[in-house]
T-cell receptor
Framework: EAGVAQSPRYKIIEKRQSVAFWCNPI?????LYWYQQILGQGPKLLIQ????????DSQLPKDRFSAERLKGVDSTLKIQPAKLEDSAVYLC???????????FGPGTRLLVL | SQQGEEDPQALSIQEGENATMNCSYK?????LQWYRQNSGRGLVHLIL?????REKHSGRLRVTLDTSKKSSSLLITASRAADTASYFC??????????FGQGTILTVHP
């Protein structure tokens, strides 16, 4: 079974630029999550999708972050404009209720200069 | 916001020794999960314990949960160098949302 795919793996941008990350979940997984992990901390949930609907985006900085999951499969997360404090690893995960285990992708490491 | 707090923040042991990590949380939970993260394999689910369970085993892993104290512990027996990683507890309060702690960095010396 193929795992969660993410791209790109690394991205370096300057502040105020925009960036987009892509995630393809495990086939058949209805729930998709985006997490932000700052160095030295645990992952923090940014947004959770159930199929193509948003379940929780309470911690998503909506003035600069946006995410979509068209057709309930793959998803993109965008930052526009980026700030220095957005430097982090962005993790995508998927799960298939009622199974509560989440499967994580390798992450995209973002550095904002 | 970070719900769980792991203790210790870092742990260094010799191969063959046991490693114990603790996690405390603040609000009621549905279940608690432990994950491992290393550079090679990313973040991987280890074990899940439900709020009505007190202890669970999986291979060399033993997890306990005390809901009255809002705490959990992860024991890794007979540690190996390959167990070197960061370990995170994550609580689930509702609809599958994971809230992670800060993690414990485990180093196992050969």
């Amino acid at each position: 079974e193929a795992g969660v795919a993410q791209s790109p793996r690394y991205k370096i941008i300057e502040k105020r630029q925009s960036v987009a990350f892509w995630c393809n979940p495990i086939s058949g997984h209805a729930t998709l999550y985006w997490y932000q992990q700052i160095l030295g901390q645990g992952p923090k949930l940014l947004i959770q999708f159930q199929n193509n609907g948003v379940v929780d985006d309470s911690q998503l900085p909506k003035d600069r972050f946006s995410a979509e999951r068209l057709k309930g499969v793959d998803s993109t997360l965008k930052i526009q404009p980026a700030k220095l404090e957005d430097s982090a690893v962005y993790l995508c995960a998927s799960s298939h209720p009622p199974v509560e285990t989440q499967y994580f992708g390798p992450g995209t490491r973002l550095l904002v200069l | 916001s970070q719900q769980g707090e792991e203790d210790p923040q870092a742990l260094s042991i010799q191969e063959g020794e046991n490693a114990t990590m603790n996690c405390s949380y603040k609000t009621s939970i549905n279940n608690l999960q432990w994950y491992r993260q290393n550079s090679g394999r990313g973040l991987v689910h280890l074990i899940l314990i439900r709020s009505n369970e007190r202890e669970k085993h999986s291979g060399r892993l033993r997890v306990t949960l005390d809901t009255s104290k809002k705490s959990s512990s992860l024991l890794i027996t007979a540690s190996r160098a390959a167990d070197t990683a960061s370990y995170f507890c994550a609580t689930v309060a509702s609809y599958g949302k994971l809230t992670f702690g800060q993690g414990t960095i485990l180093t196992v010396h050969p």
